[in-house]
């Protein structure tokens, strides 16, 4: 059975395509008239507006058959050359069809009156002359409309399907991305809170606080695709945390975070791979470590990020030739489905050691979206 909402739809656009033929009658009804303005007995208006109106209404009747035709015989993926004949044939007998209805109905409503026309045959052989191949025509148009039609709706649905294929592949990049940092980034802290739990109690207490802290913060945002800069970076700091704990004096951070950006929007962990890229191919390899420095700014409507360090910089200063991981990758790609053209990502050397990487996106306030709750 067929659902309300289904049956209002329906009924609306059959109530749409019964006003498309009313003013089909009406236009017709309009030329009809004003060539009748010379004529020497003129015909009233409303006489030439009920022929004109019964035959778009027999048209109207006739809707759902060329409908029908046109959506079981289209001109698409190469039908083309059997649809043809089919609607060639189709467009002879609907268009027939059509003059038969006339033929009854409207001398009965006065038309061809003049004639004194004394059986049904004369009357039909009369509109077959006049109206048969502008019926032919009627058909054709109606039939063109309703593949134009077809092909649009065809057109929104792959579009929406390659939309929600594109945010179901984001969404996996960004559960992909996630996932790299769990093994990884647990297998060297647990290692480093093991080397502390006889040697320092109270600082591997702490380590595993913020581990905890941090998973939870990562798992409880696994399907967001967006989040205030303020939730990322507090985030970041509980990673920041239990790296500087593992690097001891060997890490330095620094933030300068203008204070109207903290509300801004920014895809969900999307700084915390361009720290941990810095870490590990910047300072992890010095010996006596470095400085990491973290930066959001806004200006002309976009929001500026950068990530900068001072290790062991770029090969050759050539950003081309740093091989990027699964962090990078998903980050360029993740980036150019949320912003398209509108957003810069660069990797570019800083001084003559370290790495800059800039992000500028389009700035919006971040909003948020309820969510269902399931049992």
């Known amino acids: 059975m067929a659902s309300p909402v289904s049956s209002r739809r329906r009924a609306t656009k059959w109530l749409l395509i019964f006003g498309v033929w009313t003013l089909f009658g009406l236009f017709f009804a309009s030329q009809f008239a004003l060539q009748n303005q010379l004529s020497e007995n003129p015909i009233s208006f409303w006489r030439i507006l009920s022929w004109q109106l019964s035959s778009g209404y027999a048209w109207f009747l006739a809707s759902p058959l060329i409908f029908w035709l046109s959506k079981k015989y289209a001109f698409d993926d190469g039908k083309w050359k059997a649809s043809v004949p089919i609607h060639v044939v189709a467009s002879v007998v609907v268009a027939l069809g059509i003059l038969c209805v006339d033929a009854y109905v409207l001398p009965k409503l006065g038309y061809l009156a003049r004639f004194n026309l004394n059986s049904y045959w004369e009357t039909y052989k009369i509109l077959f002359f006049v109206n048969f191949h502008f019926s032919i025509a009627i058909y054709w148009g109606t039939v063109a409309i309703h593949q134009a039609i077809l ?37 060297n802290t647990l290692n480093a809170i093991s080397e502390l739990v006889h040697r320092d109690p109270d600082i591997a207490d702490k380590m595993l606080t913020d581990l905890s802290d941090l998973l939870r913060m990562s798992f409880e945002n696994l399907e967001v695709q967006e989040i205030p800069l303020k939730q990322e970076l507090e985030f970041l700091r509980k990673y920041l945390e239990i790296e500087q704990t593992r690097f001891h004096d060997r890490l330095e951070v620094k933030m300068d975070i203008a204070t109207d950006t903290l509300d801004a929007s920014v895809p969900n962990m999307i700084l915390q791979p361009l720290v941990e890229n810095a870490i590990k191919h910047g300072i992890s390899p010095k010996a006596e470590g470095g400085h990491i420095n973290i930066g959001a700014s806004r200006n002309d409507g976009h929001l500026h990020l950068s990530v900068s360090d001072d290790g062991v910089g770029m090969p050759s200063n050539d950003a081309k030739l740093i091989a990027e991981g699964v962090g990078l990758s998903n980050t360029r790609r993740r980036l150019k489905h949320l912003y398209g053209e509108g957003h810069k990502f660069q990797l570019t050397p800083e001084g003559d050691h370290g790495v800059n990487v800039v992000l500028d996106i389009p700035y919006k306030q971040y909003k948020e979206v309820p969510r269902t709750i399931e049992d």
């Open 151 to 187: 092909n649009y709706r065809k057109y929104r649905e792959r579009e929406l399907q390659t939309s929600q294929l594109e945010a179901r592949l984001a969404q996996s990049r960004l559960q992909v991305l996630k996932m790299q940092l769990h093994p990884h980034f647990l297998f």
